[in-house]
């Protein structure tokens, strides 16, 4: 048998965490404020806007993993824009749910700075990902499909390229 707690219990329970979380982050807040060098990589932002983000797409990785490289609107409680990526796991099973995996932390002054490195990561992902054929952005040889603009095929991940079977005539 399992126990359900009562919607009361349920909704006192959630109170009680957002009242946690909110004094977790208030006294992250105040140590920021004191030292923010020390805790310039802080994720808490204040503010109801204060988790709006944008990202640039770095396309595919080699385990068909969707990455994204991202950057804060907001500055953190330690006056820093954050830039972070994101790589999504496709679903697991019929019911499951993408899973992102955040890493790749850096914390700059100024916000264009922060939105140059993730442009600047993007496209050095993009450049590994490319075929090396072609140089067509993208990692589909890295999913051992072919090259979508010249049909190369990579064997394994690392591995050598068989170059592209030409057509017959
Ligand atoms: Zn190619």
């Not at 907001?74 to 995996?101: D, I, M, Q």
């Not at 932390?105 to 600047?120: D, F, G, L, T």
């Not at 050095?124 to 993208?138: D, K, T, Y």
């Amino acid at each position: 048998m399992t126990l359900t707690p009562s919607p009361e219990l349920q909704a006192a329970l959630a109170r009680i965490s957002r009242s946690i979380i909110a004094d977790d982050n208030k006294r992250e807040a105040e140590r920021a404020k004191a030292d923010p060098k020390a805790h310039k990589l802080s994720r808490v932002i204040e503010g109801k806007h204060g988790t709006n983000y944008r990202y640039t797409s770095g396309g595919l990785d080699g385990k068909g993993r969707s990455v994204l490289f991202c950057w804060s609107l907001h500055r953190n409680v330690a006056g820093y824009f954050l830039g972070w990526r994101e790589v999504y796991s496709k679903p697991r099973g019929k019911r499951g749910a993408y899973t992102v995996k955040r890493d790749q932390w850096i914390a700059r002054k100024a916000k264009w700075r922060a939105r140059e490195v993730a442009h600047r990561r993007a496209a050095s992902f993009l450049e590994r990902q490319a075929c090396p054929v072609c140089n067509h952005p993208g990692g589909a040889p890295r999913l051992r499909k072919p090259c979508p603009a010249c049909g190369a095929v990579r064997v394994r991940d690392g591995g050598d390229i068989n170059p592209p079977v030409p057509a017959q005539e």
